[in-house]
């Protein structure tokens, strides 16, 4: 039987990954203890005393008023009276803060960026382990050309994180702001500062990127971004608008494939004009040329890498360095991975070879409904009569059941199943939808309730630490396949810098307008209003263009030029950004620049 995956992650380091499970076990046990349960009551007659100016005031949808009120006490009654204050995920941030940490708001921070942490961890954990490996198992089964699955699956699972936090800030916390300037702030990291590093680690080396595959890509890039600033602009779109502009994406899909059936096409024609060529020289002429190795040292790196990461020395070494040494606290590390682990692996069905086991995919596939009954019923409106829950709960139970005993009578406990595989990957990838949804919603609700604590706007966090966590894989993740995979790894990576804020773009940002603009339907939905939008995508397309013109003048070939110019562009947009949330600089509504002095 195949051993059950260790609920290890093999990105991040085994005291980092005990250290996110006791602080997630802590700070859930905080939560459920102080949520709901602090003598609401009598709290809020202290502060009505003092300060009944609030209830006459708490008429808004928004949180903007906080701040106009001086003491803990006060804000702790207005964050639980205002409706704008109110939580779009599962915990109110801005209670626990005020009305928990108010005499202590410097601890107040620490838990809210030790959660920040762990919903981080749990996004992008869940998108590598979870989401990933059954896009990679749905292309198998569905038979797509590397070049489908790299453009469709591969940026799916790529670009999870962004797509679900984008979705959800459009439809559930009302704040699209956030959500489009994650996913701009994301592409802009990615295809300048990631292209920018890459660039300059490869130089020393000079390897040069496919020149057409680069400009397509640059090219549908730049129409991609055309077509959301002349959005922007508008200020509106209606239904068949965004269906439009995701249609982009599709038209990219064709192109693509096209190229790919094409460049197919002429290596057939090439390896049967060479096979006649040999057929004529004679056997030994094509020995000569069958030694040459068609992807050069590709095959070669592959064994370096795994050798590097796996070998007997530095597991006994990790091993050492975690003094884990002894049984019982090998067994209680292992405990204590398992809050983050556990949760995940009793919902997802996984049905790979190296990480089966009957006891899970039974429990898994028993209790994935009603994982997404409680999904469902958290979506509704909170005016929902109990009883629909409970039905929904009940009928969710009911299948449950149906598909626990199913399981346990058609799988074996030695490896998972053969056949009727599809409904196995299309349920995990479900349940890995619904794992990454959750934890967008709370992460952007938790960005939302820290811009109102510090008084920014929830869209420069957006633009900057979600995007900023978003990204720091693809960039850790795209140098280190450049920096390994010779020629071939670079040029993957690249094509992964431009494909996949692409997606992001128009299929994160794409499909959150068709969700709005349905919910508006027949009327147009408005795009909200953020002047600052205009510099990220004018910055944005401004790397686009200098990498365009610079790499064609190098002859494709990565230099430190190309990485300097892009790192140079984003510092000077970042800089412009920080000034502006320092009060150092100002828009005015109507103006695309700025007015400068406080």
């Known amino acids: 039987m195949a051993a059950p995956a260790s609920p290890t992650s093999p990105f991040l380091p085994k005291k980092l990954l005990l250290f996110l499970n006791i602080s997630f076990l802590c700070l859930l046990s905080f939560f459920l203890l102080s949520y709901d349960f602090l003598g609401q009551s009598s709290i809020d007659r202290t502060i009505i005393g003092g300060h009944s100016l609030i209830l006459q005031e708490s008429n808004s949808h928004d949180c903007t008023g906080l701040h106009d009120y001086s003491g803990y006490k006060a804000k702790c009654f207005y964050v639980r009276s205002e409706i704008g204050c109110r939580p779009k995920g599962y915990i109110n941030y801005l209670q626990i803060f005020y009305c928990n940490f108010g005499q202590f708001p410097v601890l107040g921070y620490i838990v809210l960026l030790l959660w920040l942490l762990v919903l981080f961890y749990v996004l992008g954990d ?33 670009g999870a994180s962004d797509v679900f936090a984008s979705i959800v800030s459009f439809t559930r916390s009302n704040n699209g702001g956030v959500g489009l300037n994650s996913v701009l702030g994301g592409a802009f ?27 397509r890509d640059v090219l549908f890039f730049l129409f991609s971004l ?35 059936l094409f ?51 530095n597991q006994e070494r990790g091993t ?104 196995w990957l299309v349920g995990g990838f479900l349940m890995s939808v619904s794992w990454t949804y959750v934890t967008a919603e709370e992460l952007v609700s938790l960005l939302v309730s820290i811009g109102n604590i510090l008084g920014i706007s929830p869209s420069v966090l957006g633009l900057t630490v979600l995007a900023w966590g978003n990204s720091l894989g693809d960039l850790i993740g795209n140098a280190a396949i450049a920096m390994n995979g010779g020629a071939d790894g670079t040029q993957m990576a690249i094509s992964g810098c431009y494909a996949g ?70 510092l000077c947009f970042l800089s412009l950004r920080l000034a502006r949330a320092l009060g150092l600089l100002k828009i005015y509504h109507g103006t695309l620049f700025t007015g400068i002095f406080l």
């Open 126 to 158: 869940t998108a590598a382990n979870y989401f990933c490996t059954s896009l990679e198992s749905l292309s198998k089964i569905l038979k797509l050309s590397p070049a489908i699955a790299g453009v469709t699956l591969l940026s799916l699972g790529n």
């Open 189 to 215: 990291f990615i295809s300048s500062v990631v292209v920018g590093v890459i660039s300059i680690l490869i130089s020393p080396h000079q390897i040069s990127v496919d020149k057409p595959c680069f400009i």
């Open 226 to 260: 055309s077509s959301l600033l002349l959005i922007i602009f508008i200020g509106e779109i209606t239904l068949w608008g965004a269906l439009s502009f995701v249609s982009i994406y599709f038209l990219y899909v064709s192109v693509v494939s096209a190229s790919y």
């Open 263 to 313: 460049n197919r096409k002429r290596e057939r024609k090439l390896n049967l004009s060479v096979s006649n060529t040999l057929s004529v020289l004679g056997q030994d002429a094509m020995g000569e040329m069958m030694s040459v190795p068609l992807l050069g040292c590709v095959d070669d790196v592959k064994p370096v890498l795994m050798e590097k990461n796996s070998t007997p020395e």
């Open 320 to 423: 050492k360095l975690f003094n884990l040494d002894s049984s019982t606290l090998y067994y209680l590390g292992k405990l204590l991975e398992l809050p983050l682990y556990l949760p995940r692996r009793l919902t997802i069905p996984v049905v790979s070879e190296e990480r089966w086991s009957k006891p899970y995919a039974v429990v898994s596939v028993a209790l994935a409904p009603l994982f997404f009954a409680e999904i469902c019923n958290s979506q509704r409106e909170k005016t929902m009569q109990s009883e629909s829950s409970l039905v929904t709960f009940m009928i969710a139970g009911f299948i449950g059941m149906v598909l626990g005993n199913l399981a346990f009578v058609t799988t074996k406990k030695s490896s998972p199943p053969k056949k009727c595989l599809l409904p």
């Open 501 to 570: 804020p692409m997606f992001n773009t128009l299929v994160g940002l794409g499909v959150s307008l068709v969700c709005s603009s349905w919910l508006e339907y027949p009327s147009p939905f408005v795009i909200p209003k953020d002047h600052s939008l205009y510099e990220t995508l004018g910055f944005l397309m401004a790397g686009l263009l200098w990498a365009l013109v610079i790499l064609p003048r190098k002859n494709m070939k990565l230099e430190k030029c190309l990485g300097g110019g892009l790192l140079t562009i984003y």
